[in-house]
Antibody
Framework: QVQLVESGGGLGKPGGSLRLSCAAS????????MSWIRQAPGKGLEWLSY????????KYADSVRGRFTISRDNAKNSLFLQMNSLRGEDTAVYYC???????????????WGQGTMVTVSS | EIVLTQSPGTLSLSPGERATLSCRAS???????LAWYQQKPGQPPKFLIF???SRASGIPDRFSGSGSGTDFTLTIDRLEPDDFAVYYC?????????FGQGTKVEIK
C-alpha cells in the first residue's frame, strides 16, 4: 500500500547535525513533490521544505533556510532532510508528506509518514 | 506569509451534533487553495479536504468544506466518537505553506 516511513531521528546536540530519511513505497515516487513538516511537542504543524518531483526545485521556510537541505533519490524512492546547526527549537516530530497531485497541480498533503522524533539537547 | 487563524480554539460537543470550524486567512487565498486535516494524539495528520471543498479519497460526506477568499469553514455533521480530534487548516496558495494553530473538537 501507499506508505512513507521516516527514520534517522534521535538526540542531536546544539550546533550538531542529523540526517532524516523517508522511504516511499506503493506509488511512483518520482511523480510527486514531497515535503517535510514538523510538530514541536504539544504544538501545531510547521511546514519546512518541499522538493519538486525531479529534485530540481526546492523551497524552505525562513526558520530552516540555510541550515536544512532537502534532497531526494528517485532511483531509491527516498527523501532526505539534512539538518545542520541544530537548535533547541528544532526539537519536534518530523513528518515527510506527499503532495496531493490533482491534474498537475499540488493540492495539500495526502500521504504522511508516522514521523520521527528529533530532540536537540546537550 | 499568509497567517491562518482558526476558531474556536476548542469546541465541546456531543456525538450526533454538528461541528462548525472556522479558518480565517490574513490575505486572500487564491483558487481556494486551502486544505483541512484531522489529527489524533500520537498519529500523523489525516488529509480531509482540498481546494476548500473537495473531499479526499475515503472521507465520508459528513465532512464538508466551504469558503473562499479569506474565510473558510469545515463542517462535520452528526459527530461520531471517532471525529473527536484536532483539526488544522492549511493554505498552499503561496510559499511558505502555512497551517492554522488548530481547533480541538472534544466530547462534551
Amino acid at each position: 500500500q501507499v506508505q512513507l516511513v521516516e527514520s534517522g531521528g534521535g538526540l542531536g546536540k546544539p550546533g550538531g547535525s542529523l540526517r532524516l530519511s523517508c522511504a516511499a513505497s506503493g506509488f511512483t515516487f518520482s511523480d510527486y513533490y514531497m515535503s517535510w513538516i514538523r510538530q514541536a511537542p504539544g504544538k501545531g504543524l510547521e511546514w519546512l521544505s518541499y522538493i519538486s518531483d525531479s529534485g530540481s526545485y526546492t523551497k524552505y521556510a525562513d526558520s530552516v533556510r540555510g541550515r536544512f537541505t532537502i534532497s531526494r533519490d528517485n532511483a531509491k524512492n527516498s527523501l532526505f532532510l539534512q539538518m545542520n546547526s541544530l537548535r533547541g527549537e528544532d526539537t519536534a516530530v518530523y513528518y515527510c508528506a506527499r503532495e496531493n497531485l490533482v491534474r498537475g497541480v499540488t493540492e495539500g498533503f495526502d500521504i504522511w509518514g508516522q514521523g520521527t522524533m528529533v530532540t536537540v539537547s546537550s | 506569509e499568509i497567517v491562518l487563524t482558526q476558531s474556536p480554539g476548542t469546541l465541546s460537543l456531543s456525538p450526533g451534533e454538528r461541528a462548525t470550524l472556522s479558518c480565517r486567512a490574513s490575505q486572500s487565498v487564491s483558487n481556494s487553495y486551502l486544505a483541512w486535516y484531522q489529527q489524533k494524539p500520537g498519529q500523523p495528520p489525516k488529509f480531509l479536504i482540498f481546494g476548500a471543498s473537495s473531499r479526499a479519497s475515503g472521507i465520508p460526506d459528513r465532512f464538508s468544506g466551504s469558503g473562499s477568499g479569506t474565510d473558510f469553514t469545515l463542517t462535520i455533521d452528526r459527530l461520531e466518537p471517532d471525529d473527536f480530534a484536532v483539526y488544522y487548516c492549511q493554505q498552499y496558495d503561496r510559499s511558505p505553506r502555512t497551517f492554522g494553530q488548530g481547533t480541538k473538537v472534544e466530547i462534551k
